[in-house]
């Protein structure tokens, strides 16, 4: 297992809660961090942009706060996204913020700039980058970058085609360090599962948008608890990019799920909900495969421990299996 400093002696589960456009907020963050995963949000979320300073000082803090209450807990560091994008004119911003308060980890999408690296190594921070093929994989270590977050098949929002069991094994061939996976995992099933792979830590997104914490609508949280996985529509349409949604948001929005046009690759727009009328995210719900498993919008707390229960009886499972 390989895995950052900053981790060592702060997680209940290897998880880091993906960060989700809109949804992801200081109150989830702060929910994940206290349960023992690492939260997450994209810098985006936080406007106009000197809210970003806000947020980073609220959840400092308030981390600060439960750490001293509570010497015996398990409490996770907090990361950053940063999308690294021309459509994206807060980055450079953003990024000097997150340098005045040494945010632990930045999540970084889309391309691996160099310059973001060097910004968070310059105190000690650590940079995961998110990819969906061994091409992108093999630049992002180029750029010297800390961990590489493998978005696979079947995974909310912005994800690749690639098998998590071709992905993960293909990189753990020549990159040393820290491995992540992500697609449909919304169990302690699929946690044990990614870390059997060869992953250093799952990576999860769509079953916290479920959680009580969460800035998503009821209505949203409600349909991850109504639909499986072939109600997941698999589209470049919104962004430019391709990305999982949930099928029946898209009817909703006045659009056949099954018959919707390619979008323009050079028109891309990832942060800002996308280029149409009807906007990813807030009006098309993003959502990964794994929705079949969702039944309940509990507490991030109440869902950490449930999860932990479930990681216990996969691995102790796995364990007896192996050695019949």
Not at 127 to 151: C, P, S, W, Y
Request: proline share 5%; aromatic share 8%.
């Amino acid at each position: 297992m390989s895995l950052p400093k900053a981790l060592d002696g702060t997680l209940e589960l290897p998880v880091l809660g993906s960060p989700l456009f809109i949804v992801s907020g200081p109150e989830l963050v702060i929910a994940q961090c206290k349960a023992g995963i690492v939260g997450s949000f994209p810098a985006l979320n936080a406007r106009p942009v000197e809210m970003l300073d806000q947020w980073l000082t609220r959840i400092e803090d308030e981390l600060a706060d439960y750490k001293a209450k509570n010497p015996g807990k398990k409490v996770a560091p907090y990361a950053v996204n940063q999308i690294c994008h021309a459509s994206n004119d807060r980055l450079m911003k953003d990024m000097e913020t997150c340098v005045k308060h040494k945010v632990p980890i930045i999540i970084t999408s889309l391309r691996p700039p160099s310059e973001i690296v060097e910004a968070a190594h310059s105190y000690g921070g650590v940079v995961f980058h998110d990819v969906i093929n061994v091409k992108h994989a093999r630049k992002a270590a180029e750029q010297g970058v800390d961990g590489l977050i493998l978005v696979c098949a079947g995974a909310g929002g912005h994800a690749g085609t690639l098998s998590p069991f071709a992905l993960v094994r293909e990189v753990k061939q020549w990159f040393k360090g820290t491995v992540l996976v992500s697609g449909a995992i919304s169990d302690g099933y699929g946690i044990a599962s990614a870390l059997a792979l060869g992953a250093d830590l799952a990576y999860m997104g769509t079953r916290f948008i479920a959680t009580e914490e969460a800035n998503a609508e009821a209505g949203y949280k409600k349909a991850l608890t109504e639909f499986a996985a072939h109600d997941t529509v698999y589209t470049n349409l919104f962004t430019g990019i391709h990305g999982n949604y949930l099928g029946p948001s898209i009817a909703a929005a006045g659009l056949d799920p099954d018959n919707l046009p390619v979008a323009d690759k050079t028109k891309m727009n990832f942060g800002s909900g996308g280029n149409m009328k009807v906007k990813a995210w807030k009006d098309i719900w993003g959502c990964g495969q794994g929705i079949g498993q969702i039944v309940d919008a509990p507490s991030v707390a109440a869902l950490v421990d449930r999860l932990k229960r479930e990681y216990a009886e996969a691995t102790s499972d796995f364990a007896r299996r192996a050695r019949a």
